[in-house]
């Protein structure tokens, strides 16, 4: 293992659904598309770069979406890593883009079914290491939508199971249906609306994968808790928010998205980061 390995390792490993064993900090690949997050990225070349280099850091898992782009980050993903040896890429689907922000769920199984072959072949491969619900449709039955993402298992097409921003109530009627290995919902040092579902997966092995995991917006803002404890650390007060969701649960897996690759070096640093018992106190304290 070279050194640049070893700091991606330095995070431990989780194993999703008892079939994927990750390195906890893994590589968020919304941030790849174009400004806006909407259509092809100005260099793509930087792009490639990106995703390259975040495996050769020892990234392993990497989380996309059929919406990014929408369609433009999974294609960038198969490029920059297919055949993906020993890389692990989680994609979702269930929320439609029509236009730069405009986001509406979408859980009609018939649509669903599209959006996973399309994702496989857009991938190139026969099954989906993880393949999670964008969003539950209000107007669709959520048994159904469960129901599609069964079907994509029990057919091979689908090895694993997740959802994204979903309430305990959604994760355990779910669960009536298939496995869940994942749930991907916001969470930060800022934002702890999921605390209660960050508890639930945590007591029932199900991985968690925090979006905006740094907030960028916040931690750029000086003087909170985050820039004082990496002024002692001598790091970044975005390794500390990243550090902090490490050390926070056994199941938390961040996904750090960037466009740099400075800032990629930089997130993966975080993973050998150790924050003391009073600095995790002091994060704790500062929602």
Not at 187 to 194: A, G, I, M, P
Not at 214 to 242: F, K, S, W
Not at 265 to 273: F, P, V
């Amino acid at each position: 293992m070279t050194d640049t390995q070893a700091v991606a390792a330095a995070s431990g490993t989780y194993t999703l659904g008892g079939t994927l064993t990750v390195h906890r900090l893994g590589y968020g690949a919304m941030r790849l598309t174009g400004e806006g997050i909407w259509g092809p990225p100005k260099d793509p070349d930087n792009a490639i770069a990106v995703l390259r280099r975040a495996a050769d850091l020892g990234v392993d898992f990497v989380d996309t979406a059929d919406s990014y782009g929408p369609y433009v980050s999974e294609e960038l993903v198969r490029e920059a890593l297919y055949p993906y040896r020993g890389v692990t890429v989680a994609t979702k689907a269930g929320l439609l883009r029509t236009g730069p922000n405009r986001w509406i769920p979408c859980g009609r199984p018939d649509y669903l079914r599209q959006e996973a072959e399309m994702s496989l072949r857009r991938l190139g491969v026969e099954t989906l290491d993880l393949f999670q619900l964008h969003r539950v449709d209000p107007h669709v039955a959520a048994d159904e939508q469960f129901g599609l993402l069964a079907d994509l298992q029990r057919e091979g097409k689908v090895r694993e199971v997740g959802l994204s921003q979903v309430s305990v109530a959604e994760i355990e009627a779910a669960g009536r249906i298939v496995d869940v290995a994942s749930v991907q919902n916001r969470y930060n040092l800022v934002d702890r609306t999921s605390d209660d579902v960050l508890r639930h997966c945590t007591a029932h092995g199900i991985g968690f994968i925090p979006w905006a995991p740094a907030d960028a917006g916040n931690l750029a803002e000086p003087g909170n808790a985050a820039h004082r404890a990496a002024e002692a650390l001598g790091a970044t007060a975005a390794q500390v928010a990243l550090a902090w969701l490490l050390q926070r649960s056994s199941v938390m897996l961040p996904i750090p998205g960037t466009s740099s690759l400075d800032h990629l070096e930089e997130n993966c640093a975080a993973a050998s980061l150790e924050l003391d018992r009073q600095t995790v106190a002091t994060l704790d304290s500062a929602a």
